[in-house]
């Protein structure tokens, strides 16, 4: 069946730093989708990708999915407290799969 | 407001007694699932539905039982629970546009904490 690799586990990085988590698919992805789950909580959707060589941006947080709709990342720039948390990918499918999540560490 | 909500948010229970953990949609998703959280290991989906009297196994279904008798909810059943069962429980759901299948955005619910002595 389908599987979604998402790296890395952990990530720890110092306030102002930038940080990427990658995830690819063992298959083609009719789309892809990001959560994040802060410490504590639940996941929370932030945004879906569509179409192939797709570049999303949300201030500071930076979405791309692949030419071939199998990978897909997350780039922060210059990371902050706020940003602790795990992230997640979602491979849109019929039955959505999830990465394993990328957890933030940002040490102030 | 849109929302999911679970019941109970924390439980802890003994092996072998029967437990429901409530789920409820206000959106009029189709879609439905639960998904339990462990350690290292992300988000593995229990049980799914994609509609009323539709549901299906997941990765992780041993263990657990689900019903989706009305729209908005999807109990999740543990008959005999054991201590493997100790985990974080998240009800999640979206739109499932003509049969195609979850359309993206999940949205969840605040979570449920079991653990099983």
């Known amino acids: 069946g389908q599987q979604v690799m998402q790296i890395p586990q952990y990530q720890h990085v110092q306030e102002g730093e930038d940080f990427t988590t990658y995830c690819n698919s063992s298959t083609t992805l009719s789309n892809i989708q990001w959560y994040k789950q802060r410490p504590g909580g639940h996941p929370v959707f932030l945004i879906q990708?569509?179409?192939?060589?797709e570049v999303k941006k949300q201030k500071r947080l930076t979405f791309q999915f692949g030419e071939a709709k199998k990978n897909s990342s997350l780039h922060i720039t210059a990371t902050q407290t706020t940003d602790v948390g795990t992230y997640f990918c979602e491979g849109g499918s019929y039955i959505p799969t999830f990465g394993r999540g990328t957890s933030l560490i940002v040490h102030p | 407001e849109a929302q999911v909500t679970q019941n109970p948010r924390y439980l802890i229970t003994v092996t072998g007694k029967k437990l429901t953990v409530t789920c409820s949609q206000n959106m009029n998703h189709e879609y439905m699932s639960w998904y339990r959280q462990d350690p290292g290991l992300g988000l593995r989906q229990i049980y799914y539905?994609?509609?009323?009297?539709?549901?299906d196994k997941g990765d992780v279904p041993e263990g657990y039982k689900v019903s989706r008798k009305e729209k908005r909810n999807f109990p999740l059943i543990l008959e005999s629970p054991s201590p493997n069962q100790t985990s974080l429980y998240f009800c999640?759901?979206?739109?499932?546009?003509?049969?195609?299948?979850?359309?993206?955005?999940?949205?969840f619910g605040e979570g449920s904490r079991l653990t099983v002595l």
């Open positions: 990708l569509v179409k192939s060589g």
């Open positions: 539905s994609m509609n009323v009297e539709v549901t």
């Open positions: 999640a759901s979206s739109l499932n546009v003509e049969g195609q299948g979850s359309t993206g955005e999940l949205f």
